[in-house]
Nanobody
Framework: QVQLVESGGGLVQAGGSLRLSCAAS????????MGWYRQSPGKQRAMVAVISSAGNTKYSDSVKGRFTISRDNAKNTVSLQMNSLKPEDTAVYYC?????????????WGQGTQVTVSS
């Protein structure tokens, strides 16, 4: 039983910045990968950024150089700093985590937070 809660979404002007945060809670033995995904109307959910428990990161080509993902293992949180935002970044952003529960690892998702970038 694990819950992920996102915060920090909102409306921002093109070229501006926004920071998303996600906190995991519940019966957590440990967390492997954590990441951010986004989905626009009529589109499939796509990976934005992923970070391993060791701090290794991976970004989609469309956000590399503009977004930075980070995590705090002690607090079970992950953040996404978004700079130089573009209208095409507009989407619902979802937090995801691979959580160790007992002897197995399960995928968990947050409820999503809306990010809107105006031109």
């Amino acid at each position: 039983q694990v819950q992920l809660v996102e915060s920090g979404g909102g409306l921002v002007q093109a070229g501006g910045s926004l920071r998303l945060s996600c906190a995991a809670s519940g019966s957590i033995f440990g967390i492997e990968d954590m990441g951010w995904y986004r989905q626009s109307p009529g589109k499939q959910r796509a990976m934005v950024a992923v970070i391993s428990s060791a701090g290794n990161t991976k970004y989609s080509d469309s956000v590399k150089g503009r977004f930075t993902i980070s995590r705090d293992n002690a607090k079970n949180t992950v953040s996404l700093q978004m700079n130089s935002l573009k209208p095409e970044d507009t989407a619902v952003y979802y937090c995801a985590a691979d959580v160790r529960v007992g002897v197995v690892i399960r995928d968990y998702w947050g409820q999503g937070t809306q990010v809107t970038v105006s031109s």
